[in-house]
């Protein structure tokens, strides 16, 4: 097993991720510990790629003969033309993060974004009741998939942006692909003292955050946390810190609180059983993703 001992050999099997930038990411350290884990001869690695080179670069990973790809920023939706298949959640979420090259050269592409958000919500305390009403956050890449996550878990989710026009054309769009009822707001309606933001975080059990703010430790906008019932979930899909800005004041109020790695995690693992076929070894890549964060 040539890269259980750390060698690739001619019959490793090759993995990796594509995104621009790309240096930030514990991808490798996660999928390479796996691989380790399981004695699986298989490397997972970074590649840059520019957004003008992803056709190309997709062909080029099918005539190298890679096995499949992760898919980051800004190339999500990039990919969908150069794909022969997408899975029901991609399509519906127009983004794929997933790429599984076949024996027969097709490309198959999913979103283990949702899945991986859904999970990582139940293992940070979300009852597996279904909720009434979830907040989300942010109207941008990653917020397609928070909505089909969050619609599998509660009967109604509310969209909040800065820009509330983004918050409805999301909802319109993904209005079919969820049973959830979808809807509307401004994110400054969730400061403290406004009726709106009052009567929805008084109704929510998780509040999701899908916008970049607080990625550099910049001050999250104001939220009226103190409306939120007592266990209503923070998650933030921001991971650079265990208590980002966003957390910060839920944490402060008791709220229970959880950052974006066990998204991370999870999509990683059904992105590893999608290529490998194996089930994940989640704890190993648990630990091997806290490794690459210190
Ligand atoms: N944990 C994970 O596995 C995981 C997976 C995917 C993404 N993420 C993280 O999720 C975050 C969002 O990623 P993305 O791909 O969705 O980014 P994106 O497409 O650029 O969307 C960013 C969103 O944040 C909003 N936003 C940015 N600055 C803001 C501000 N100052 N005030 C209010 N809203 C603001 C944007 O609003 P406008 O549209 O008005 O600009 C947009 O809705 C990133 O931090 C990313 O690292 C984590």
């Given amino acids: 097993m040539a890269s259980r001992a750390g060698v690739i050999g001619g019959s490793t099997r090759i993995v990796g991720v594509i995104g621009d930038p790309i240096e930030h990411t514990r991808s490798p350290a996660m999928h390479n510990a796996a691989f380790r884990a399981l004695g699986l001869d298989w490397v997972y690695l970074p590649f840059r790629v520019a957004p003008a ?24 939706e990039a ?3 150069h794909l022969d298949r997408l899975s029901e959640r991609a399509r519906a979420c127009r983004a794929v993060n997933t790429i599984v ?32 009403l979830a907040v989300l956050l942010g109207a941008g890449g990653s917020a397609r998939a928070a909505v089909l996550a969050l619609g599998a878990r509660a009967r109604h989710v509310v969209i909040a942006a800065r820009r509330p026009e983004r918050a409805r054309a999301l909802a319109r769009e993904l209005r079919r692909a969820t049973g959830a009822e979808l809807s509307a707001i401004d994110l400054a309606d969730l400061a403290p003292g406004r009726a709106t933001g009052r009567d929805v975080l008084s109704r929510a059990s998780v509040v999701v955050n899908a916008t970049s703010l607080g990625l550099h430790g910049e001050p999250f906008v104001p939220l009226d946390v103190a409306s939120t019932p007592t266990r209503c979930l923070f998650y933030d899909l921001v991971y650079t810190r265990a208590r980002t800005p966003f957390l910060a ?24 059983t999608a290529w490998t076929g194996r089930r994940a070894p989640v704890e190993v890549m648990r630990r091997a993703l806290a490794r690459a964060g210190r």
């Fill in 249 to 272: 004041p839920a944490a402060r109020r008791g709220r229970p609180v959880a950052n974006g790695l066990g998204m991370l995690l999870h999509q990683g693992a059904e992105a590893f």
């Fill in 101 to 132: 090259v076949h024996q027969d050269g097709t490309l198959s592409g999913d979103n283990t974004d949702v899945p991986g958000l859904e999970r990582a919500l139940l293992e940070a305390g979300l009852s597996r009741r279904p909720a009434e």
């Fill in 53 to 76: 080179d992803v056709g190309t670069a997709l062909a080029g990973a099918r005539a190298l003969g890679l096995r499949g790809l992760n898919v980051t920023v800004p190339h999500k």
């Fill in 79 to 81: 990919v969908l033309p």
